[in-house]
């Protein structure tokens, strides 16, 4: 009896001073992105980047979240319906609040929400919600937005002057969550991209450069206790994963050259809506500003994709900037002016050309041979590439900005139909992938949808004729997230469909 005695002690003392049990970390989840370079972001500025909004989207709460069964369903809101007059009502849980004590009530979400208007809206641009009653007055600073306000603590409305699509997306979006004051500066910027309050189901336990704990929150939150109650956040090379995360593990992987244990993972592969791209910065000051300069390069593209074959088993080359819509036909980028032979530009400049790091190795070797066949061999044009240096802190908005390099390579959730709300939020706002639209043409397009004037089936038809004529976006590979899950992990909550996981979701098998 003495013995056990000592025994239980000696044994509450380590658990104390360690944390450990019977079996460590059993409400642990890791989830590992592999072979990233970047920081990890908190900004909402930032939050449309992959890796960015994976974990900012647990850190962040919104008025609906996205599920594995295809559908929105509420988080902060309690429910919500809309009315034949253009109204959308949401009504919040009751004891909301943030990590730092601030109270999330409808007055604070409007409050909320409005300051992030004023911060993303480009040329008084904000898809869908710029249709709420006296949004142009609001944007001017010449009157108050009537069309968003509360009605109690619980009840926000949202009003638009006429019928509206995709609002329940965007309100999913961390951008057009619930924020604390406290992480802003007085000028609307960030603070610190490292910290945040959270709104949302988890917080921030600890951050550095390679790792980032997320603690559940269940002060305002209800957890199932087979949710993680920690998540491990980690960057590793993806060999390394692989040996290392064969238990409660969730990785974020390319599966291109890699042999997969199918006693250790469950391989979830999501649709082809995951859309890479070339963009050609059509600005003067850069290389492809004039068109007929596109024209060539394209050109060029599709010469080289024709006697090039990719091979991928995560990607397909295409040359359509939507995998499904109707009327598909086989594309042709070229514009309406004939092309030259050769590409010229200014004696002794480089091309610079940015290529994000989280690209697979098979898409960014078949990039550079084509960089090299087209720019070097072709025509005799040097490039560099620009550094993809994670300390570097203008690198995101960079990577978005069509003026600081003559080509960028970007990845955007652009989904297989073209939707008019997806249109004019990647190529008419600054948000995400921000892309140009040089002929404006199609800003236009969108606007003309948005008042009546274009069919749907016609809004798809020029959408495909604008892009291509206009020579700076060109469609390279399709492919889907690619996730491997460990066994001890439940499939019920996790699929193909989302864009990312559902830490809260989540349930270990019991």
């Given at each position: 009896m003495k013995y056990t005695f000592y025994f239980s002690i000696i044994c509450l003392t380590l658990l104390m001073l360690l944390g450990c049990s019977k079996q460590p970390n059993s409400n642990v989840l890791?989830?590992?992105?592999?072979?990233?370079?970047?920081?990890?972001?908190?900004?909402?500025?930032?939050?449309?980047?992959?890796?960015?909004?994976?974990?900012?989207?647990?850190?962040?709460?919104?008025?609906?979240?996205?599920?594995?069964?295809?559908?929105?369903?509420?988080?902060?809101?309690?429910?919500?319906?809309?009315?034949?007059?253009?109204?959308?009502i949401f009504e919040l849980k009751e004891n909301l609040s943030s990590e730092d004590g601030q109270k999330i009530t409808a007055e604070n979400y409007v409050k909320s929400l409005k300051f992030i208007f004023k911060k993303l809206a480009h040329d008084g641009t904000l898809p869908t919600f710029d249709a709420l009653i006296g949004w142009k007055e609001f944007i001017r600073g010449a009157g108050e937005l009537k069309g968003l306000y509360y009605k109690d603590d619980?009840?926000?409305?949202?009003?638009?002057?006429?019928?509206?699509?995709?609002?329940?997306?965007?309100?999913?979006?961390?951008?057009?969550?619930?924020?604390?004051?406290?992480?802003?500066?007085?000028?609307?910027?960030?603070?610190?991209?490292?910290?945040?309050?959270?709104?949302?189901?988890?917080?921030?336990?600890?951050?550095?450069?390679?790792?980032?704990?997320?603690?559940?929150?269940?002060?305002?939150?209800?957890?199932?206790?087979?949710?993680?109650?920690?998540?491990?956040?980690?960057?590793?090379?993806?060999?390394?994963?692989?040996?290392?995360?064969?238990?409660?593990?969730?990785?974020?992987?390319?599966?291109?050259?890699?042999?997969?244990?199918?006693?250790?993972?469950?391989?979830?592969?999501?649709?082809?809506?995951?859309?890479?791209?070339?963009?050609?910065?059509?600005?003067?000051?850069?290389?492809?500003?004039?068109?007929?300069?596109?024209?060539?390069?394209?050109?060029?593209?599709?010469?080289?994709?024709?006697?090039?074959?990719?091979?991928?088993?995560?990607?397909?080359?295409?040359?359509?900037?939507?995998?499904?819509?109707?009327?598909?036909?086989?594309?042709?980028?070229?514009?309406?002016?004939?092309?030259?032979?050769?590409?010229?530009?200014?004696?002794?400049?480089?091309?610079?050309?940015?290529?994000?790091?989280?690209?697979?190795?098979?898409?960014?070797?078949?990039?550079?041979?084509?960089?090299?066949?087209?720019?070097?061999?072709?025509h005799g044009i040097k490039f560099t590439y620009a550094s993809d240096d994670p300390k570097d802190e203008q690198l995101i908005q960079k990577k978005i900005n069509n003026k600081f390099f003559d080509i960028r390579v970007s990845t955007v959730f652009a989904g297989s139909t073209i939707d008019w709300f997806i249109v004019k939020m990647i190529f008419c706002t600054k948000l995400g992938v921000s892309y140009p639209d040089p002929s404006g043409r199609m800003c236009s397009l969108t606007k003309s949808y948005e008042e009546g004037k274009v069919a749907l089936k016609d809004f798809q038809q020029r959408f495909n004729q604008i892009y291509r004529e206009d020579s700076s976006v060109i469609p390279m590979f399709h492919g889907g997230a690619t996730w491997l899950v460990s066994k001890d992990i439940d499939l019920k909550n996790i699929a193909s469909t989302m864009s990312h996981p559902r830490f809260d979701l989540i349930r270990f098998v019991k």
């Amino acid at each position: 009896m003495k013995y056990t005695f000592y025994f239980s002690i000696i044994c509450l003392t380590l658990l104390m001073l360690l944390g450990c049990s019977k079996q460590p970390n059993s409400n642990v989840l890791n989830y590992v992105i592999t072979d990233e370079t970047s920081s990890i972001s908190f900004s909402p500025y930032d939050s449309d980047l992959d890796t960015n909004a994976t974990v900012v989207d647990h850190l962040v709460g919104t008025l609906v979240k996205y599920g594995p069964d295809g559908r929105y369903a509420p988080f902060l809101a309690e429910k919500w319906y809309s009315t034949q007059d253009n109204k959308w009502i949401f009504e919040l849980k009751e004891n909301l609040s943030s990590e730092d004590g601030q109270k999330i009530t409808a007055e604070n979400y409007v409050k909320s929400l409005k300051f992030i208007f004023k911060k993303l809206a480009h040329d008084g641009t904000l898809p869908t919600f710029d249709a709420l009653i006296g949004w142009k007055e609001f944007i001017r600073g010449a009157g108050e937005l009537k069309g968003l306000y509360y009605k109690d603590d619980k009840t926000l409305v949202f009003e638009f002057d006429r019928k509206i699509e995709g609002l329940i997306d965007y309100l999913a979006m961390p951008y057009y969550g619930f924020y604390s004051s406290s992480d802003f500066n007085p000028d609307g910027t960030w603070k610190n991209n490292q910290k945040i309050s959270s709104t949302g189901a988890y917080k921030v336990k600890r951050y550095t450069e390679n790792e980032i704990l997320l603690e559940m929150r269940q002060d305002i939150f209800s957890y199932d206790k087979f949710a993680p109650q920690l998540v491990l956040v980690k960057k590793q090379k993806s060999e390394d994963a692989l040996k290392e995360n064969r238990s409660r593990s969730l990785l974020t992987i390319s599966l291109e050259g890699k042999s997969i244990s199918q006693s250790d993972f469950t391989l979830i592969k999501g649709p082809p809506i995951v859309l890479t791209t070339i963009i050609l910065s059509p600005y003067k000051e850069n290389v492809f500003h004039d068109l007929s300069m596109r024209e060539v390069f394209v050109e060029d593209v599709l010469e080289y994709q024709t006697s090039n074959r990719f091979e991928s088993s995560d990607k397909i080359v295409s040359t359509d900037f939507f995998v499904d819509y109707p009327g598909k036909q086989t594309s042709t980028l070229k514009g309406s002016i004939a092309p030259k032979d050769t590409l010229k530009i200014v004696k002794g400049k480089e091309v610079l050309i940015y290529i994000p790091s989280l690209l697979a190795k098979a898409e960014r070797d078949y990039l550079d041979t084509l960089f090299t066949f087209i720019l070097t061999k072709k025509h005799g044009i040097k490039f560099t590439y620009a550094s993809d240096d994670p300390k570097d802190e203008q690198l995101i908005q960079k990577k978005i900005n069509n003026k600081f390099f003559d080509i960028r390579v970007s990845t955007v959730f652009a989904g297989s139909t073209i939707d008019w709300f997806i249109v004019k939020m990647i190529f008419c706002t600054k948000l995400g992938v921000s892309y140009p639209d040089p002929s404006g043409r199609m800003c236009s397009l969108t606007k003309s949808y948005e008042e009546g004037k274009v069919a749907l089936k016609d809004f798809q038809q020029r959408f495909n004729q604008i892009y291509r004529e206009d020579s700076s976006v060109i469609p390279m590979f399709h492919g889907g997230a690619t996730w491997l899950v460990s066994k001890d992990i439940d499939l019920k909550n996790i699929a193909s469909t989302m864009s990312h996981p559902r830490f809260d979701l989540i349930r270990f098998v019991k």
